[in-house]
């Protein structure tokens, strides 16, 4: 495991024990359940090295936002949350990532095991050319979770907050919806396995105003089901959806060039209204990226 | 290019440069026109070819035509000597040759292209890409050839006994010929012919779908099959059955190699283990050597049933081709 | 949606049916595996069996002596038919091409259908086609006739490769002719086809590499000659290759089966060889069109 010490201009904060209203008008710790404990994470593709020793750990039923200027790694670790990067060749992870405390990357891990658990939202809405139906259905049916089929697909339509758009016309082709219905499509397809965690990666950033308030609105009622782990390049995005934010930066690397790498993490109010590092500061005040 | 005039004098020189210009400008324009000209000329030769092969064959196969007629289709009766000629033996087998390499070499060819699409690794595929392609360079006749001295003994020897005993209830499966030259030899060879085409065809079907499609059912926890079989093949089912329209076409139409397989039986059986013969191969064997004018007027008219029934595969595969691709575009 | 369908804090191993769809899709992986190494075996088989079966036929006499010996009145009449074909069939799919990219308009979705049809038209049919144009009417099979037919078979592939190389040249270069004052046909001669010069040559080549192994259409066309001396009287016939494989292969002595070896093994190399040389010209020349 690649330590800090190796780097000692990067800053690894955490800004105290996370905590939530109490009961009784004070303060709580929250139970800190992760889902996800990364360590030492550095991610190459060949020889270049795209994201640099990320110490992290997501917790479980939050939402946890990803921001940072472009090209600091973040749709890097995201995607090797679910092992979606094993389609690069190149791919090379060091370090350790666990969840609910088993290596994601141990070699006798099922990669299609683990994306029925970790399902994910991509940027550009891909929904599959068929009906509307069959996109959200296909994956139960592969899973062999025929029994209760169009309860599932409603549910994962209504929790999509797309089943009164579509309900009459669920033969019609996906492809006709507009790139906000797509979008929510997506997500009922995801949320239509129950999984354990959703992973969005920039899920808004190739719609209009109306469909990213529509798509943030969702998120906030998937909270409580799901672990959510989002990518935005939109700060106001993060600060409106996210429980915690992680910010993640250039930080010097050995080799010279810098490297994209985790520089802050911590309640997002803290991120915003009073982070620790420099740099955060400089992102969140809008000072460059 | 204008002549060279003296600045000096401008008065002088402007009508010279003006009427070099006017000749150069002339001379684009007949150029331009000969340019058009020519290319329309070959467009007209090359069109004119095609149209006028089309209607040479079948304007010397009308007397057999009209004195046969549409029972030619059905007759098995082919006797020179008596100058009565039905095409029935040689339909039935071009039917059945032709279809049999479609229905064995589709799938391998199918399964080629996914995995030169999907699974080889980027190295392996700029090896394996170019040698399928080259399969279809070799020459018939050399192919025909390797089949009657190689393959034949072997087919004879161990496949259709194998097939015999174990299958013989099936009777396609019926006892296998003295010589290795049948139906099945010929079609095998068809079916080498008729893998690259439809593997080259659906390899670039396959790499055409979108990363982001594939990927959205990955991430959903479907194995590689799934997505093969979910997304990937009915995106590109349309193309996939072109291009074996387009294989199929490719086996109607050979005539050496089956020539030199298939033993030029007269009768049509059941057994693909028997003798047979197709109609592209039958012109070839018989045409050099057809003396009287009602042979060679029903060689001519097989040559007209051959080239409808080709001629119907290939526009159903460029209709459909097109079709699949305006759908796309649509997207 | 009530319980997680599964124990999130479960090993990541496989739950659930996944471990019968991971033997399924593992199954359909090895089948496409071994389609393509069907493929690549068949290839070699064949490769290796002609070479084999050939190298004992070759010999310098073998290559240049006449029947029954030798084969060299075949390679050298399989060379003039050739030649003609392309002298031919090269100028009318260059044009053909140039007017699809060029001059376009309504008439372009029908010639280029045309092309396509013209591509899978069974190579029998463009033989009794010429027979029945030329050798009947002319009461001789001829080198001339054989090589219109191999003009027909190689146009299609001239004509789709060069269409394609013509795309590939950017509208910009028209543009700016146009924009110096370029007269078209100028254009076209001087900067299009110029540039587009290594496609063109790509796809001749492969229409070579069809043509020269072509034999239905021969067996009706040029199939009967003295093949003890060369001829290159383009008004009769001429040996060749092909047809001088069909015929040995036809008869049914061993010595016949040797020649026709080696004939099809020197046939076979010199096809291969114009396959790989177009596929190197075809990647020289798309590094230096990419920008």
């Known amino acids: 495991m690649r330590g800090a010490s190796a780097l000692p201009s990067r800053v690894r904060i955490q800004s105290g024990p996370l905590t939530e209203a109490g009961p009784s008008g004070g303060r709580r710790e929250l139970p800190v359940e992760s889902v996800f404990d990364v360590h030492g994470v550095s991610v190459f593709y060949g020889t270049k090295r795209a994201l640099d020793g990320v110490n992290m750990r997501i917790p479980r039923s939050r939402v946890t936002a990803l921001i940072g200027p472009s090209g600091c790694g973040k749709s890097t670790f995201i995607r090797s949350l679910n092992r979606m990067n094993d389609s690069v060749s190149s791919f090379r992870l060091e370090g350790q990532v666990l969840y609910h405390g088993h290596d994601l990357y141990a070699g006798n891990v099922d990669e299609v095991e683990v994306r029925r658990r970790i399902g994910m939202v991509f940027q550009k809405p891909n929904p599959f050319p068929k009906s509307i139906y069959d996109n959200v259905a296909w994956a139960p049916r592969n899973l062999g979770l025929r029994r209760g089929l169009d309860e599932r697909v409603e549910g994962a339509l209504r929790g999509a907050a797309l089943w009164d758009e579509v309900k009459d016309r669920l033969k019609d082709g996906a492809l006709g919806l507009s790139g906000g219905q797509q979008q929510r499509l997506c997500i009922a397809r995801a949320i239509a396995i129950e999984p354990d965690v959703l992973l969005l990666d920039e899920p808004a950033s190739a719609l209009d105003p109306i469909a990213t308030a529509s798509i943030e609105e969702l998120i906030h009622t998937l909270k409580g089901r799901f672990t959510i782990v989002i990518v935005t390049h939109n700060m106001q995005q993060a600060a409106r959806v996210a429980d915690e934010t992680a910010f993640f930066g250039l930080g010097a690397s050995d080799g010279g060039e810098p490297v994209g790498t985790l520089i802050e993490h911590a309640e997002t109010a803290t991120i915003f209204g009073n982070p620790a590092d420099p740099r955060t500061r400089d992102y969140v005040s809008g000072r460059f990226g | 290019m204008s002549s060279a005039t003296s600045p000096a004098a401008p008065g002088a020189a402007r009508p010279a440069a003006r009427r070099s210009r006017d000749w150069r400008r002339t001379f684009d324009r007949f150029g331009d026109g000969a340019l058009y000209g020519v290319c329309a000329l070959a467009v007209a030769i090359a069109v004119g070819a095609l149209a006028l092969s089309a209607y040479q064959v079948f304007d010397h196969a009308s007397p057999a035509i009209s004195k046969f007629g549409l029972g030619f289709l059905t007759s098995a009766e082919w006797q020179p000597n008596f100058d009565v000629y039905g095409a029935g033996t040689l339909l039935y087998g071009t039917l059945v040759s032709s279809f049999f390499a479609l229905l064995i070499g589709g799938p391998i060819a199918i399964s080629i292209g996914l995995y030169l699409s999907l699974l080889a690794p980027k190295g392996v595929r700029g090896v394996v890409s170019p040698l399928v392609e080259m399969l279809a360079a ?85 194995t590689r099959w799934e997505v093969v079989r979910g997304i990937v093949l009915p995106t590109t089912a349309p193309g996939v059955i072109a291009a074996s329209l387009l294989g199929l076409g490719r086996a109607l139409g050979e005539a050496i190699a089956v020539s030199q397989l298939i033993g030029a039986g007269e009768k049509i059986d059941v057994s693909l283990f028997e003798t047979g013969d197709t109609l592209a191969a039958r012109i070839a064997n018989q045409f050099p050597g057809a003396i009287t004018e009602m042979h060679k007027a029903s060689l001519y008219y097989c040559a007209a049933i051959l080239l409808a029934i080709v001629l119907a595969s290939n526009l159903g595969a460029q209709w459909i081709g097109r079709r699949f691709d305006y759908r796309r575009m649509a997207e | 949606m009530g319980e997680p369908a599964f124990d999130p804090a479960a090993p990541l191993t496989p739950t659930g049916n996944l471990r019968r769809r991971r033997a399924v899709s593992r199954v359909a992986e090895s089948g496409a595996t071994l389609g393509a190494a069907i493929a690549v075996a068949v290839l070699g088989i064949v490769v290796y069996s002609v070479f084999v079966h050939g190298v004992s036929a070759l010999s310098l006499d073998f290559l ?228």
């Open chain 2, 138 to 222: 070799i020459p018939s006749v050399i192919l025909g050839f390797w089949g009657l001295i190689l393959l034949a003994p072997f087919v004879q020897q161990h496949v259709e006994p194998f097939l015999h005993d174990n299958f013989g209830f099936i009777p396609l499966f019926g006892a296998p010929q003295t010589t290795g030259a049948s139906v099945f030899t010929a079609s095998l060879i068809l079916t080498i012919m008729v893998i690259p085409i439809i593997a080259s065809i659906s390899r670039d079907l396959f790499l055409a779908v979108p990363r982001d499609v594939q990927d959205g059912a990955s991430a959903l926890g479907a």
């Open chain 3, 64 to 291: 240049l002596e006449g029947e029954p010996d030798g084969i060299g009145p075949a390679l050298v009449g399989t060379a003039e038919l050739v030649l003609i074909a392309t002298l031919i069939a090269m100028p009318i799919g260059v044009l053909v091409a140039v007017y699809l990219v060029e001059f376009g308009g309504r008439l372009a979705a029908p010639i280029r259908l045309t092309l396509d049809v013209m591509n899978g038209y069974p190579s029998i049919i463009v033989g009794v086609f010429i027979f029945a144009l030329i050798v009947e009417a002319t009461h001789k099979q001829s080198a001339i006739a054989a090589s219109i037919a191999l003009a027909m078979i190689m146009l299609s592939i001239i004509a789709r490769g060069t269409e394609e190389v013509l795309r590939l040249v950017p509208d910009a270069m028209r543009e700016a002719a146009a924009a110096l004052g370029v007269s078209r046909w100028r254009a076209v001669l001087t900067v299009i086809l110029p540039s587009a010069m290594g496609g063109i040559a790509t796809a001749t080549i492969l229409g070579v590499a069809r043509a020269a192994g072509e034999t239905a259409p021969l067996i009706l066309i040029d199939s009967v000659w003295d093949g003890s001396h060369v001829s290159l009287d383009p008004l009769g016939p001429v040996p060749n290759i092909p047809v001088t494989i069909y015929k040995l292969s036809e008869e049914a002595s061993p010595e016949g089966f040797a020649r026709a070896w080696g004939a099809g093994f020197v046939l076979l190399f010199l096809i291969m060889l114009a396959n790989v040389g177009a596929r190197v010209l075809l990647a020289r020349s798309r590094r230096r069109m990419a920008p």
